[in-house]
């Protein structure tokens, strides 16, 4: 069982949440890092064993900060050669080849693309 269970789904749904709190030990965290869709409003899950396990769920973007203070500690941390984020790019496509990023992303054939404005 693990101390903290992290959830990284590309949309977040409320059925993701009970299988998490069973991976979870007593007294761990399940955490998520991702959106729901702005309807997505239950969750399915075991709140006496969530209970009796005292584990805590926490839902955070931006590591629980302000996107004005994290984004330029990103591109500093880039700039400084630190946080190497062009190795995190799977795929680059020209302006007018933005359709072909979203059907490669629902393919599963890019994670991470990005648009060059060039």
């Known amino acids: ?6 959830l990284t789904p590309g949309e977040l749904h ?16 399940i955490v998520t890092v991702a959106l729901a869709p702005h309807d997505q409003t239950e969750v399915t899950m075991d709140l006496f064993g969530f209970a009796m ?3 805590t769920l926490l839902g ?24 190497h984020v062009d190795e995190l790019v799977t795929n680059e496509y020209p302006l007018d080849g933005v ?12 994670v991470r693309g990005v648009v060059r404005f060039d």
Not at 68 to 81: E, F, M, S, V
């Open 1 to 6: 069982m693990a101390d903290v269970v992290i």
């Open 14 to 29: 409320g059925d993701l949440i009970l299988p998490a709190c069973r991976a979870a030990s007593k007294g761990g965290r």
């Open 53 to 55: 396990y005292n584990q």
């Open 60 to 83: 955070t973007v931006f590591g629980s900060q302000s996107p004005r203070i994290q984004i330029p500690r990103i591109l500093d941390l880039y700039n400084k050669g630190i946080f």
């Open 99 to 110: 359709q072909q990023g979203y059907e490669d992303l629902a393919a599963g054939k890019n």
